[in-house]
């Protein structure tokens, strides 16, 4: 794989030329807002936005467009490279705890919107931080009680979401 540096210009005749994106990853992980790629050939024009910042590269020859975004996010824990997974591959991506681990547990919660896009967030508590379960059987137990309630779609949502629970 191989990096190379474009100047602004070149980069605005890309994008124009190109025109929309190919892919479009929204929340690809903690550091980035977005991550928008074009394929050209064989190689990807990447451009990653944060922060109100939109960084541009080309990477050459990435047979798995999905591992060099994964490669490009240092999440901070194991949990967020998960979420970050999750997010860029798709849920069924993210192995899923058998029971037997020693834990600790958490929910992932995946939201299903129009468009055949996903978005997975951990289940979290009420300060906002990622619900910790001490077993799987406590996780099961926590979906159980939800997966009963009655839930109103979001904007843009065609489905109610889907748990999976994974383990550190």
Known sequence: MISITLTHSQVSYLVDRLGEPDEVFDAVCTAYGSVAAWQIGQAWLLAVAAGGQTDYQVVDRVGDLAGILEDACEPADPLDWIITRANVRGI??????????????????????????????????????????????E????????DGDEYRLAHGECARPGYTIVAM
């Not at 996780?139 to 939800?146: E, G, K, P, V």
């Open 92 to 137: 069924d991506a993210v192995e899923s705890a058998r029971g037997d681990e020693p834990g600790p547990f958490y929910v992932l919660e995946t939201r299903h919107y129009y468009g055949r896009q996903e978005m997975s967030a951990a289940v979290t508590d009420n300060a906002g931080l990622p619900r910790e379960f001490a077993s799987y059987e």
């Open 139 to 146: 996780a099961a137990q926590y979906i159980a009680s939800i």
